[in-house]
């Protein structure tokens, strides 16, 4: 291969910033796993890939898809010492305030968040098997050896292995329970109530059902153990996705959001990774479904509202703004939304943020003031006066009572 001769720094630099040009993904390299350059047609205040280095990068290494718990991927191309990192890809066209979280996680100073969620919206989408289908033919190229898209991803399963299963098996051979004694399909309960808490968009339900009973034992699906997993786990994005529409969640967007955590749980091979992932897309769909159902939902308007607003939590979010992306009048939606809710559409704005803040406060270090910047208040006395008229505490003493 065109390396076989020469290894050095240049020639590496040269390919990732073909890349980079081809793909216009930002693409960086590593040596000894220590970042050497970083190359990017779009200009970053930081490197959207740094808070996972060393997930990535530590332990052994091998040509791979990578890919995080907000759906973003990352191709992995080893080649020796040398480690370089393409992406991040998406699938789907995501929402601005995702950005506005990595920023978060990357404590970008507020006049650096703007241009880093222009450059990361960005990015186009690309469909997961050409993304994979480029990382094969560079591994190639790099190392000589031919992977394939399987090998890459873990995402498709190969035909002739599947056929020759078939042949080897006949279906009689499975045993079938015996339905007087549901001991292996007793999950049902369990099942049908958590379903109705995603219907209803129940979260303190869930987080509470979660926490105090166990699901039980579910019928046998696959012989090795993270098959079985991989595949109850495609079973609950069905069925909870499905919960999610009946719960006024679009029929696209539940399945566009089923589609992309199956795609993440095939990328795994931890039992405690999966059981996560399944935790995490439940409370997705219900959280989804709680932004929807949080009003009379004779008035879908309102239902719209809701969901701007959560999107756009890093935002100095004006009135106009959501109006205008509802195609209505800024009186209009102010006259609705006090008639139905009682409420003016600023004290939502408000008690939304206040929400995140309080949440923000309670998981994570990052500062007050970085949070308060982060939500889009003027300055932290304007943070600290508004959390304290809205909660009866200054943010210090609630993270105090927290920890």
């Known amino acids: 291969m065109f390396l076989s001769m020469a290894k050095e720094m240049s020639d590496i630099g040269y390919i990732?910033?073909?890349?980079c040009n081809l793909s216009t993904l930002p693409t960086r390299y590593y040596k000894s796993g220590e970042l050497v350059r970083f190359y990017s047609v779009r200009e970053f205040?930081?490197?959207?890939?740094?808070?996972?280095e060393k997930e990535v990068l530590g332990g052994k290494q091998k040509t791979k898809l990578f890919a995080t718990a907000d759906f973003f991927y990352y191709g992995i191309l080893v080649?020796?010492?040398y480690i370089i990192v393409i992406g991040p890809v998406s699938t789907l066209k995501q929402e601005k305030?995702?950005?506005h979280d990595l920023a978060f996680a990357l404590e970008l100073?507020?006049?650096k968040v703007a241009g880093f969620v222009e450059s990361m919206d960005s990015l186009m989408p690309y469909p997961l098997p050409t993304f994979s289908q480029m990382l094969c033919l560079m591994n190639y190229a790099l190392n000589g050896n031919k992977l394939t898209i399987d090998e890459i991803s873990g995402t498709l399963q190969k035909q002739d292995e599947i056929s020759k299963m078939f042949a080897e098996e006949d279906a009689t051979a499975y045993e079938y329970p015996d339905f007087d004694d549901?001991?292996?399909?007793?999950t049902f309960a369990y099942e049908r109530t958590m379903l109705e808490f995603v219907r209803l968009g129940d979260i303190a339900s869930l987080k509470t059902m979660f926490a105090e009973t166990a699901p039980g034992r579910g019928g046998k699906v696959a012989r090795e153990t993270i098959r079985q997993q991989k595949n109850t786990f495609i079973i609950a994005a069905t069925l909870v996705s499905r919960a999610a529409i009946e719960g006024g969640l679009s029929v696209n967007e539940a399945f566009s959001i089923s589609d992309a955590y199956i795609q993440k749980c095939e990328l795994l091979s931890s039992n405690v990774d999966l059981m996560s992932l399944s935790y995490h897309m439940v409370m997705d769909y219900a959280q989804k479904v709680e932004r929807i159902c949080g009003f009379d939902d004779s008035d879908h308007i309102l239902a719209d509202v809701k969901n701007y607003i959560r999107s756009h939590l890093a935002d100095a979010i004006k009135i106009t703004e959501v109006a205008s992306s509802l195609c209505i009048s800024r009186s209009y939606l102010s006259e609705r939304f006090k008639e139905i809710t009682g409420n003016t559409i600023s004290d939502f704005i408000v008690d939304e943020k206040i929400g995140e803040a309080k949440r923000l406060?309670?998981?994570t270090d990052k500062s007050i003031l970085f949070i308060g910047n982060y939500l889009g208040f003027s300055s932290q006395s304007h943070f600290q006066r508004v959390f304290k008229e809205r909660t009866s505490k200054t943010p210090n003493d609630f993270r105090r009572e927290c920890k």
């Open 361 to 363: 406060l309670k998981y």
């Open 182 to 186: 549901m001991s292996e399909h007793n």
């Open 45 to 52: 205040a930081a490197d959207p890939f740094t808070p996972f």
């Open 16 to 19: 990732c910033k073909g890349i």
């Open 97 to 99: 305030q995702k950005f």
């Open 79 to 81: 080649h020796g010492e």
């Open 109 to 111: 100073p507020p006049n």
